[in-house]
């Protein structure tokens, strides 16, 4: 045992247990310790004495307060700080996996595709970091942990607030590593912000792909010379990588801040287009490794951009775009990708020909959209995706009143240049409302319901109300409330109350429109999610798909059924064509996850949910469902810091902290376990918490009488997560007990 390390202990005065030393550098040595607190493994890091002396506890606690704050899926948590025996410290998890050096040191290369997501994910924890004001300082592949295929950065307590003093110590010790090390930080200036960041992120994206850092030399002091008088090297020289990459490090490591990109945020989308539009770095994909040609009749519409002067008029143009995906939905023969995935490309300049790829499409769709006063200007151009021809292409002038005549025109001009039959029954479209007023309402409405938030559903329910107003005959707008209430119900309404109201709305619409596909499915909704009638939903929802077999909603709907009745691997299949229809669908394929966990499919589930996080990396719930995956693989110990990394995205949703309580009963951690459940019990008090998640925690204390008296309330409010009460494995612990039985008969499940 070295003598720092029985310092160490001394000072600890028996909080943590040091196990052995698991690595040095520069600044500080890593333990491996137990924390006798909460019993958990933990990773102990000790600044060397000097350092620890020439900081100062008083310097050294207030920055590593303000990196404890950071809360990111992507930032390496810090749970405990302190000085012992004048060596100050700082305790962060033990991770499982290897180092981004360690996986460098064995490859020397990586896949670009892996290089682009380790650097997008890392630029996404340095976004958040420098909106708190944090600057990293020393971003390295070393502070790079590779944890379950997520990037993970860790030693944000060394890292100094933007307010803080200066990158060199008094005895000269530059904090950062020479090779990684931004120009302005070399030079010790005093006032670097997140830019320096950022060039040392460029500097790892340029090793991960080139396999060196851009500037090496046999000392410190050459490696930063070069930094002034060399020229910023290309990463195409040795490597057959897009040029649009080279461009990105081009600029990220501009050798003054102000050409750099200005955000870490900017860095990430940058790098996000480029992974969109492909580029395998001079590997081509085997031939039967390709995917099948797309449809010849497939189409997806991209968003018609806003040319108005008034930028609020973008809900217009959004409008206008959905509009003629819902029209050409009902065409015959024609395969439209839905709206989330069209959507997907907004505001991008992607090639049409990786459009087509990604989507599956042959064909596209783009063109713009002019609102003046009482006048519209809309151009339109169907694009062939293959050869990047135009097929055909039109601008229309016209009055107001006359926008539904377009849609018609456009829709009509599309079929036949594809050369689709509409068929006898298709007619000509009909206008939803003959009222403007209630029309620009409608659209305003569909504009705050697609973001998915609940200050969007509640905007999006009193526009839609506010048509209504204008024309009380509006089928859609109808269906529109109908789709608000279903999405508010059981994350923020309680389902009893926002169920009924959607059926009603629902069954308004139908009555004024008895083949409108979006009511039918909302029905079908309420019948499963709500009311437990499965049979009575799979009859609505078959009827739906018949009227629009391109409506992926109806598709996942039809999905989430299935399972309630032992049909899984239906509803796995079903859950496949609603992603086929809408393949950049993160909440699609979140749930095909979801139901492969329900088949104990726990590899599977994992791969899923890594690709919903790959389409959104905000998608919470896909880091909840990896959690549950590796629980009920026994990884206890992974699981409880995907669950967290996932409730750090989402704070409006407390429920699901009682997956959390899972983890932690695993690990023994009751008393932790307990506080949580505490405080949600007087959440619920409050407002609306899911309780059939609350007795998955108190089935994992082993609390049955509670955990039961949780899903009573959960029954008494008709809360949708029942329908899979006979599946989830969260409520393993109940299933021996004869009260789990006779309430999965009482919502009638088999």
Known sequence: MTSLQQRLESGLNGRYAIERELGQGGMAIVFLAQDLRHDRKVALKVLRPEISAEIGAERFLREIKMAAGLTHPHILPVYDSGEADGLLFYVMPNMEGRSLRERLDSERQLPLEDAL??????????????????????????????????????????????????????????????????????????????????????????????????????????????????????????????????????????????????????????LRQLS??????????????????????????????????????????????EEIINALAKVPGMQVASRTSSFAFKGKEV???????????????????????????????????????????????????????????????????????????????????????????????RFFFNKFTEQGLRKGLDFFQHALLQDPGYARAYAGIADCWCNLADDWVVPDDAYPRAKAAATRALQLDPELAEAITSIGKVLCWNEWDFAGAEQQLRRAVALNPNYAEAHFVFGSDLPAVGRLGEAIEEMRKALTLDPLSAHFSRWLGRFLLYAQDHAGAIAQSRKTIDVDEDYFQAYLDIGSAQLAQGQAEPALEW?????????????????????????????????????????SKQHYVRAEILAMGYAALADFDRAFACLERAFQARSAGLIYLHLDPGYEPLRSDSRFGELVRRIGLT
């Open 276 to 321: 969109r539009e492909g580029g395998s770095g001079g590997q081509r994909t085997p031939p039967e490794a390709q995917k099948s040609a797309p449809a010849p009749k497939a189409i997806a519409v991209l968003p018609l951009a806003n040319m108005s002067a008034d930028p609020e008029n973008e809900y217009f143009s959004d409008g206008m775009t």
């Open 351 to 445: 090639d049409v020909r990786q459009i087509g790829e990604k989507l599956g499409v042959s064909s596209v769709l783009e063109g713009s959209v002019r609102k003046v006063g009482n006048r519209i200007r809309i151009t339109a151009q169907l694009v062939n995706v293959e050869n990047g021809y135009h097929l055909w292409s039109e601008t229309y002038d016209r009055q107001l009143e006359d926008v539904f005549a377009v849609q018609d025109e456009i829709s009509r001009a599309i079929v036949d240049a594809l050369k689709l039959r509409l068929g006898s029954d298709a007619g000509h479209l009909v206008a939803p409302t003959k009222n403007l007023e209630a029309y620009t309402l409608y659209l305003k409405g």
């Open 117 to 270: 997501r380790i650097t997008r994910e890392v630029a996404s924890a340095l976004d958040y970091a420098h909106r708190h004001q944090v600057v990293h300082r020393d971003i390295k592949p070393e502070n790079i942990l590779l944890h379950e295929g997520a990037a993970m950065v860790a030693d944000f307590g060394i890292g100094k607030a933007l307010s803080g003093g200066g990158s060199v110590t008094q005895t000269g010790t530059t904090l950062g590593t020479p090779a990684y090390m931004s120009p302005e930080q070399a030079s010790g200036e005093s006032d670097i912000d997140g830019r320096s960041d950022l060039y040392s992120l460029g500097c790892v994206l340029y090793e991960m792909l080139s396999g060196e850092p851009p500037f090496t030399g046999p000392t410190a002091q050459a490696i930063i010379a070069k930094r002034f008088v060399s020229p910023i090297p290309k990463v195409r020289t040795t490597r057959d990588v897009p040029e649009a990459v080279d461009e990105a490090l081009t600029r990220a490591l501009s050798r003054t801040p102000v050409d750099r990109f200005p955000t870490a945020a900017e860095f990430a989308v940058a």
């Open 643 to 683: 669950f967290r990394r996932g409730q750090a995205l989402e704070s409006s949703v407390r429920s699901y902290d009682a997956l959390i309580v899972r983890a932690l009963a695993a690990l023994d951690r009751r008393e932790e376990a307990e506080e949580i459940l505490v405080r949600l019990e007087e959440e």
